[in-house]
């Protein structure tokens, strides 16, 4: 959550904290007029679009494209040691969007390399007394910054365990690098904003093609050269395509920015991106979202379902297909707003859809990657459409909020 200051080979880049030190206690008095968010990240104030969110959103399609350049190497020696090792499961942890990247992890090692994925937040990590099969389990740690101190203590819990440590992450030499036995390192650098964006993808994206490399060797029966083809693709048809997607999703956010709240559903590991999205809308736009997958909807959610209610659907094709058209019907049936997120041949979805946003045709385990993109810039929007506040600060330009973050986050714990 900070800028990159003097970062050498070796040496961990360091925070500018400045005005925090000491309880911050002037800082958090003057939010309103220098938030402290923008202080924390060494980043240039906004007050207005585009916030730095955009620019970091906007700037997935590079952060894609350099990360699937730069991670192969370090992706095949992960896979060759757990392979070596015998390793028989993959662990992903992380806190928030990292959380959710692990979710969709497990869920491609699953479906692409036959492999026992599981994921789990990191302080739930910590406290958990469940038996882990650590000396068994590969643990992949995702963090942004590499900084989290729950996420770090995970990875130490799971070293001390036996576990071959696996830091994914996007800044060299930090702390959890230091912890870790083998680091992959994604591009982008440190966010300007107060939300991880460009991060989802690109450490996602590392995942999705460690699956990939487990899947070749295991000899799982795939078509694993078009799914590499797949994947390389993503960053190049978002090069051409953020125009239309900015467009899109500003005209949705216009429409639905005064919603009650949203519901997310995703199938699959696009659950991962139904959560993805609920986050965003809670931390950028302050509207309370709920992801669920789609029996859970089915099973609990119609009768929250009203006229005030988003319902945004992330339909590729795939096994959850059938159950998230029951999702489509239903708000069909009780005439309630709702967004499509499908591919471009869906004949499926769109139909009963209110707004669509069309991805490429994709395995679904790839196409959490675009999906991505509407799932942040929707609720970026949403927040710059109501124009009274800040989607890059989670309202920490507001005394009680920055105090409560100065109380829950000083500085170096994050």
Request: charged share 20%; hydrophobic share 40%.
């Amino acid at each position: 959550m900070a800028k990159k200051v003097g970062a050498k080979k070796g040496v961990e880049p360091r925070k500018k904290w400045d005005w925090l030190e000491g309880g911050g206690v002037k800082a958090v008095e003057g939010t309103g007029e220098f938030p402290v968010m923008y202080i924390a990240l060494g980043s240039k104030p906004r007050t207005s679009h585009p916030f730095n969110l955009y620019n970091d959103i906007m700037s997935t399609p590079k952060a894609l494209n350099d990360t699937l350049k730069t991670i192969p190497k370090s992706v095949a020696q992960v896979a060759d040691h757990i392979v070596r090792n015998k390793k028989r499961r993959i662990i992903g942890t992380g806190l928030g969007t990292s959380q959710f990247v692990a979710m969709g992890v497990a869920q491609a090692l699953g479906n692409l390399a036959g492999w026992d994925g599981d994921s789990v937040d990191g302080g739930e990590f910590i406290t958990s007394q469940r038996d882990w099969d650590l000396k068994n389990s590969a643990f992949l740690v995702f963090s942004g910054s590499g900084r989290t101190f729950d996420s770090n203590a995970a990875a130490k819990k799971a070293k001390a365990g036996g576990a071959y440590v696996v830091a994914v992450t996007s800044v060299p030499f930090s702390p959890l690098t230091q912890i870790a036995d083998a680091t992959i390192v994604c591009a982008g650098g440190f966010d300007t904003g107060g939300s991880d964006t460009f991060h989802y993808c690109t450490r996602m994206a590392a995942g999705i093609l460690l699956a990939i490399e487990l899947g070749e060797r295991s000899g799982k029966d795939l078509d694993f050269k078009s799914l590499r083809k797949q994947l390389y693709s993503v960053p190049v048809w978002l090069g051409k395509n953020m125009k239309y997607l900015d467009g899109r999703c500003r005209a949705i956010a216009k429409r639905h920015k005064d919603a009650r709240s949203f519901i997310t559903v995703g199938g699959g590991p696009n659950l991962a991106t139904a959560e993805e999205f609920a986050l965003k809308f809670d931390e950028m736009a302050s509207i309370p979202a709920k992801a669920m997958c789609p029996d859970r909807h089915i099973h609990g959610a119609l009768g929250l379902t009203d006229e005030r209610i988003v319902t945004a659907i992330i339909a590729p094709p795939g096994p959850s297909l059938p159950w998230l058209q029951q999702v489509a019907i239903a708000t069909v049936g009780l005439k309630t707003p709702s967004i499509g997120i499908v591919c471009e041949s869906d004949r499926e979805i769109s139909p009963m859809m209110d707004y669509v946003v069309r991805l490429p045709d994709l395995d679904e385990n790839i196409f959490v990657l675009p999906a991505t993109v509407p799932a942040q810039l929707i609720p970026y929007y949403c927040a710059v459409e109501l124009g009274d506040r800040n989607p890059d600060c989670q309202r920490s330009n507001i005394p009680k909020h920055a105090r409560v973050w100065m109380q829950l986050f000083p500085p170096g714990s994050h």
